[in-house]
Nanobody
Framework: QVQLVESGGGLVQPGGSLRLSCAAS????????MGWYRQAPGKQRELVAV???????DYADSVKGRFTISRDNAENTVYLQMNSLKPEDTAVYYC??????????WGQGTQVTVSS
């Protein structure tokens, strides 16, 4: 059974940085893509950043230039480096893996709160 475990969330002041990690129980090179989504209270879950198997990346307009998605294949881990954080970045952040066969896999989520 494929599992994704997120970590790295927390409370940070506006302008600060956090790095989220998503550790997979299998080789991440087996996934079509991996991504980070977020869901703020009362809002729909939205895509934040995606990293395709061949290395291409894409970002939500609201985080371009501030967030960076990356991976470490040896550690089977995907990261989301978040800089210049804003209060509107406050949300639960979820890791997602798009598999070749079978439904997407989701992590349990990690809370990010940006507040002074």
């Amino acid at each position: 059974q494929v599992q994704l475990v997120e970590s790295g969330g927390g409370l940070v002041q506006p302008g600060g940085s956090l790095r989220l990690s998503c550790a997979a129980s299998v080789s991440i090179s087996s996934f079509v893509s991996m991504g980070w989504y977020r869901q703020a209270p009362g809002k729909q879950r939205e895509l934040v950043a995606v990293l395709l198997r061949r290395g291409n990346t894409d970002y939500a307009d609201s985080v371009k230039g501030r967030f960076t998605i990356s991976r470490d294949n040896a550690e089977n881990t995907v990261y989301l480096q978040m800089n210049s954080l804003k209060p509107e970045d406050t949300a639960v952040y979820y890791c997602n893996a798009d598999r070749v066969v079978g439904p997407d896999v989701w992590g349990q989520g990690t809370q990010v709160t940006v507040s002074s």
